[in-house]
């Protein structure tokens, strides 16, 4: 009887340190255990845009002359350019247009996808907009995010689809919005997407499957290798979504989680080898990370976010500098 009293003494005492234990974790989003090991980056704050709103801050690009482009998920919905003193203009607003993300064009223009169904492309001051509506079958894209091949035409993410319906995609569209071929289908809310720089690979994250992807492409740079091109690379803990992704010059994916305060980076093998955070999350506060930037020529990273504490931009150092994209080559 004494050696049950003990053992049950004993069960009881790891209980007890184990609630102790779960009791003592942040009240924000932990980073799960199989990243915590990882080395861990604090993203500092470089700009409260709106610390009254929980609207998040998303679609951030920068242009030739070294400004920060982004969109703020307010009412109306706004396209904001910071320049290096974080002076703050609005380049774009509307009420009727649910714009969401932002590349820019090696000719100054940025483009913006439009969860409404909308592409808008516009001049780098904001002004003469013109107002794409790129179908498929005479389906509307609700577009989250783009990215510029070499060749000037854009990749996108429809996102909609979920377990029950799988019907996002990855689609291929003209800069001039009058084409638009299927890259990738049957995705669960594709979201984030990114290319490598030789335009044989695309990532891809999946909201509503809280996965990421790996697309192989063929030489045309467009069609997925037949049979093994797509791999699926990683699932996240939480049912918090993976949102946007960016990729450095040495390949690393820099993949936000969103609601999480968190990004994952992975090497070129997709495999996770860092963690960055924001700083505030362990209270709650800018947890709605949903995109970053690498300046270029630099190794500096902006996070967009949102949530309690305000729609704002974080500063983290990257792993290796910016990527040439597009909108910076001759």
Not at 185 to 200: C, E, F, K, M, P
Not at 210 to 238: C, F, I, K, W
Not at 279 to 308: C, H, N, Q, W
Request: with cysteine; hydrophobic share 40%.
């Amino acid at each position: 009887m004494k050696t049950r009293s003990r053992i049950a003494a004993l069960a009881l005492a790891v209980a007890l340190t184990c609630l102790a234990a779960v009791a003592a974790e942040p009240s924000g989003a932990p980073i799960p255990p199989e990243l915590a090991s990882l080395p861990t980056i604090v993203a500092q704050p470089w700009l409260v845009v709106d610390a009254k709103t929980t609207a998040s801050l998303e679609g951030p690009s920068f242009d030739k002359q070294g400004n920060l482009i982004a969109t703020l998920l307010t009412a109306p919905r706004k396209l904001l350019k910071f320049d290096a003193q974080k002076t703050t203009s609005t380049l774009y607003q509307s009420n009727d247009i649910g714009f969401c993300g932002t590349a820019i064009h090696k000719d100054g223009r940025i483009f913006l996808s439009g969860m409404s169904g909308e592409l808008v492309a516009l001049n780098a001051d904001g002004s003469s907009p013109v107002i794409m509506k790129p179908l498929y079958h005479h389906k509307m894209l609700r577009m989250n995010d783009l990215v510029f091949d070499a060749k000037g035409n854009l990749f996108v993410t429809d996102f909609v689809g979920n377990i029950e319906e799988p019907t996002g995609g990855v689609y291929y569209v003209t800069a001039d919005g009058k084409s638009v071929r299927p890259v990738l289908r049957q995705l669960w809310a594709a979201n984030g997407i990114s290319l490598t720089a030789d335009g044989r690979t695309l990532w891809v994250s999946e909201t509503s499957r809280n996965s990421l992807l790996r697309v192989a492409l063929l030489p045309d740079g467009v069609t997925p290798v037949p049979h093994q091109g797509v791999s699926y690379v990683y699932h996240s803990t939480g049912w918090n979504g993976l949102d946007s992704n960016r990729l450095d010059a040495r390949g690393n994916l820099y993949q936000t989680v969103h609601g999480q305060g968190r990004i994952i980076v992975f090497n070129p093998l997709g495999i996770p080898i860092a963690n960055i955070v924001v700083a505030g999350k362990d209270e709650g506060k800018f947890l709605e990370v949903t995109s970053l930037a690498i300046k270029p020529g630099t190794r500096e990273g902006y996070i967009t976010t949102g949530g309690e504490g305000g729609a704002a931009i974080f500063k983290f150092e990257t792993l290796a500098p910016a990527p040439v994209l597009f909108s910076h080559q001759p």
